[in-house]
């Protein structure tokens, strides 16, 4: 699928890491080395402008190492970009850990995961149909 982009950053246009990636990976547009203390919020901006196809979503998901390694996730994860949007992405991270995190230029930093979707259209009812599990909501099954 071909997507229109602009790259302002000095950085590559996000990139597959290996074949059979899912997500690209999104680099930290910075020119100095950052700080983010434990629990300390960043705005982190990528330098890349996209213009998506309608009917679609950019899904922004946490790095698995960045998370495992340093606990650096994404707040709102994941977050969506929606095909009328032509700002920056920018990516809001959080340091979950207990040790300062120095993010590098150029550091990847998240990974973007394109996603179909569709519209609803309401269809006001009196009723839903039955179901085994009915109104059984988070725990219903166990631990």
């Known amino acids: 699928m071909e997507v229109k982009v602009i790259n302002a950053s000095r950085y590559p246009l996000p990139q597959y890491a290996t ?75 959080v340091n979950l850990s207990t040790e300062i995190f120095m993010l590098k230029p150029g550091e990847r930093i998240a990974q973007m995961v394109l996603a179909r979707f569709e519209r609803i259209c309401w269809k006001p009812v009196e009723s839903l149909s039955e179901t085994a599990r009915g109104d059984g909501g988070f725990g219903h099954t166990g631990r």
Do not use: C
Request: zero cysteines; glycine letters at 8%.
């Open 19 to 93: 074949e059979q990636s899912v997500g690209l990976d999104l680099h930290a547009n910075i020119d100095v080395e950052a700080v983010l203390k434990p629990m300390q919020r960043m705005l982190v901006p990528t330098g890349i402008f996209i213009e998506l196809p309608d009917g679609y979503e950019a899904q922004i998901r946490p790095r698995s190492g960045l998370a495992s390694k340093f606990g650096i996730t994404i707040i709102n994860a994941p977050a969506t970009i929606d095909p009328d949007y032509r700002g920056e992405l920018k990516v809001p991270i």
